[in-house]
């Protein structure tokens, strides 16, 4: 394995993904003000961050939208109303999930969205479904990936085939999506390799989404960034589903292309990431989550121990391994 | 570079040493009750850990004892209260940093105290105090490493030359540390080949103490321990100064000799160290240690900032950048 880069130089390659609305809404079911958005959207364009995702864009016929908030669907004129014609250099991003979204109708052509890339999420068992999902919205003139998910669970001669139909369908890039937080660097180091191969191959861009089940989220990108991975997914303090993910702030201080700034970060952090917590929004690494990361399994578990407050460690633990 | 081992074998050339005594003691002055440290030394026998640190011989005429707990001094007969004759499989260690232990006089013969392994702490530009502690202790019995610090601020050249002192001494082992936590994977990587390559010519084995500034301790750790690094430190929970070490619980879920259990790990968490960050005992990661350590920066000035509840992290960090 070579390394791409060293740590006194820049790659031009390298693309900042902030997904703190989207996998950070799994924790407050996506009621953020729209202060939030607005700044964290100000902060993303002078931290000089590539793309900000605002969200998912679910089927309403599927979520009742009086119980989440509005940015579970990001319809397009929610998202106008924040940015506007987006005359910036920041790409605006949403996630479609597979058997979630009614793509079709609520995906509209390009050029009536404010949205850039379309971020599909799939299990490597749904790919064909997938791949639907990537040639309509390519056809709409979107630019896509496929996020693949949970692929620690999954068998290394499905994730091969999976990415040799993504090789050649029209999708733009392909994710790494470490979804449980069970995933090693040298695990990740493997996997980017392979990931890279067909991304050479097919001429597609690899990105690289972390959890922090075992405080790796940051290390697992890097990683996979210095093997070649080009789009890194980071949140404000990590803000997202269990563990979270790796902090844009982490990041940003990692990466040496001078276009990326952290003091506006920080500014956001301290005035609206701080206060969430304070509010009681969970997230970051706790021990049930390294329980359910090194077990590699859904963290679901562990959500339900957080909110119970339970720090019964050994019994939670326990649980697992009587279970097995 | 290649990897040593992979995820699903074991190298029994691997040792743990449990530091939550010695790291941990500099967040709480070394208060810890007796219980809190019998019941440690009963978790780690259970736990397969191969080392406990019991913390410092620091000299008493230099540091006052009434305003440290005993574990900055580790008496002798204050191990000995705990362990009896030690027999076990355990490994009794100390730490002794160069110009804070009268070693001549404080450190008795082997065969007069229940430490098996004596740590010689110093800094890249005290080598030749460091190989005299080194020598005394070697002729008095006892295994020994080095634990170089700050590196990271260090020069490769007096790396180098320090390496070579080291090699041609006496010295078991020698150990890379991570004092600002300011170092990533790949320098960590770089790091191990460099030591392991004089390691290999010498006869010496080599260890790595991280520190988590930027949530890199554990993943720092293991990726040393890939390269060929074998004795790996950890605390419980990751207690120790600043954003704290590697934790245990995370580097017992990574390997995988049989002989390592996290049950007793858990258990101990949940009924001691617990109730200590319930009492305000203050580490782990945060910003302002993300920041000293992004800036490869002693930190105390994080420490600090931590103390005195400080969450204006761009104020902290413009502090830094003014500085500069």
Known sequence: MTQKGDLLSFRPDIKVVDATIRDGGLVNDFY?????IRELYKTNIKAGVDYMEFGYRADKEMFDVDKFGKWKFCDDQ????IVGDNDTDLKISIMADVGRCNYK???HDKSDSPVD????????NTMPAAIDMIEDAH????????????ISNAKE???KSALEMLGKSPVDGIYIVDSYGSLYPEQIRMISEQYLEVGERYGKYIGMHAHNNQQLAFANTIDACAQGVSYLDATMSGMG????????ELLLGFLKNPRYKMFPVLKFVEKYIVPLKDAGVLWGYDIPYMITGQLNQHPRTAIAAEKEGRRDYSDFYK???DKD
């Open 32 to 36: 953020f003000s729209d202060e939030f």
């Open 78 to 81: 929610d998202i106008r109303e």
């Open 105 to 107: 109708q609520d995906i």
């Open 117 to 124: 890339l379309i971020r599909i999420a799939t299990y490597v």
């Open 139 to 150: 056809q709409k003139g979107y630019e896509t990936t496929c996020n693949i998910m949970a």
């Open 157 to 159: 001669s499905d994730i």
């Open 241 to 248: 589903r269990g563990a979270g993910n790796c902090a844009m």
């Open 319 to 321: 649980e697992f391994i």
